[in-house]
């Protein structure tokens, strides 16, 4: 039986709205995730999106949906296991909490976002998912046509990348199936 579970580049809302985090005028990982290791762990991202809050027409941005190998960002912020929410069946397993975390593993240098500076690493490897140029008074939804689903393979990580010419801050998610 395959889960599916929704993040968002903040934490769990409860009584509060979500926090936008701001984007930067450099590639910064906006959302990082790391998903498990093992044969039951088979990730695939079934929708992404992202939208910002600039109050006037200006030069898009960079936004992309990117798989770049076994080398990490080192994010802000990590995920707690709230953060990672089931999102077509309330049965389904919560995430377990560390570094070695199911489904994702929840660590500044696993599953996290970004709230500030991020430290890259260096990309070698990468595999574009999908990418665009959004406005930052826009936003974009991109669903994945059921059965043509990207997977990630294990030990990768998954980031959305963001580039403007001037900060605005941006509210992104993943919904994915494990």
Same mark, same amino acid.
């Given at each position: 039986?395959?889960?599916?579970?929704?993040?968002?580049? !903040? /934490?769990?809302?409860?009584? %509060?709205? *979500? =926090?936008?985090? $701001?984007?930067? &005028?450099?590639? @910064?990982?906006?959302?990082?995730?790391?998903?498990?290791? +093992? %044969? %039951?762990?088979?990730?695939?991202?079934?929708?992404?999106?992202? &939208?910002?809050?600039? !109050?006037?027409? /200006?030069? $898009? +941005?960079?936004?992309?949906?990117?798989?770049?190998?076994?080398?990490?960002?080192?994010?802000?912020? /990590?995920?707690?296991?709230?953060?990672?929410? *089931?999102? +077509?069946?309330?049965?389904?397993?919560?995430?377990?909490?560390?570094? !070695?975390?199911?489904?994702?593993?929840?660590?500044?240098?696993? !599953?996290?976002?970004?709230?500030? &500076?991020?430290?890259?690493?260096?990309?070698?490897?990468? #595999?574009?998912?999908?990418?665009?140029?959004? %406005? *930052?008074?826009?936003?974009? =939804?991109?669903?994945?046509?059921?059965? @043509?689903? *990207? &997977?990630?393979?294990?030990?990768?990580?998954? #980031?959305? #990348?963001?580039?403007? +010419?001037?900060?605005?801050?941006?509210?992104?998610?993943?919904?994915?199936?494990?």
């Amino acid at each position: 039986m395959a889960w599916t579970y929704i993040v968002y580049n !903040s /934490a769990l809302v409860t009584t %509060a709205a *979500p =926090v936008s985090q $701001p984007t930067g &005028s450099v590639s @910064r990982t906006m959302l990082q995730l790391k998903f498990a290791t +093992g %044969a %039951a762990i088979q990730p695939k991202i079934i929708e992404w999106g992202c &939208s910002f809050d600039g !109050s006037a027409a /200006a030069t $898009p +941005g960079k936004i992309e949906l990117v798989e770049t190998g076994t080398v990490f960002a080192t994010m802000s912020t /990590a995920f707690a296991a709230a953060d990672v929410q *089931p999102w +077509g069946d309330w049965n389904a397993d919560a995430n377990s909490s560390g570094s !070695s975390g199911v489904p994702l593993n929840l660590a500044t240098t696993a !599953s996290g976002f970004a709230t500030g &500076s991020v430290t890259e690493g260096t990309v070698t490897t990468t #595999r574009m998912l999908d990418c665009g140029l959004i %406005a *930052p008074t826009n936003q974009y =939804v991109k669903q994945f046509p059921l059965g @043509r689903e *990207p &997977s990630v393979k294990t030990g990768n990580s998954l #980031r959305v #990348r963001v580039t403007f +010419g001037a900060t605005v801050n941006a509210i992104i998610y993943i919904i994915f199936e494990v």
